[in-house]
């Protein structure tokens, strides 16, 4: 349960796919790490590199990086900040 603006909320059931080792330290650097890679790609610098290189950045970036689930709590939490993950529409692959 959550209290928000004074009443009890009831949390979905959170489940996690990923380990349950990541640290809140872990998933906030790789979110700030994972936007500093993606300035480097628009910018130029890190399009030098090979492309196992940046695939490998990119598996190290995605291994702590915040699931839907992260989100959905990050909602429920501040909803003013952050919308419902089962509510964006990403586009197709």
Do not use: N
Request: aromatic residues 10%; glycine residues 2%; positive net charge.
């Amino acid at each position: 349960m959550f209290i928000r603006f004074g009443a009890c909320v009831k949390a979905p059931a959170l489940t996690r796919i990923k380990s349950p080792m990541t640290t809140p330290y872990e998933r906030t650097r790789a979110l700030l790490a994972t936007r500093a890679f993606l300035q480097d790609l628009l910018y130029g610098q890190a399009s030098e590199l090979p492309a196992k290189a940046l695939r490998e950045e990119a598996r190290t970036l995605l291994r702590h990086f915040v699931l839907p689930a992260d989100l959905m709590l990050a909602h429920y939490l501040a909803p003013d900040w952050f919308a419902s993950p089962d509510d964006v529409k990403l586009p197709p692959k």
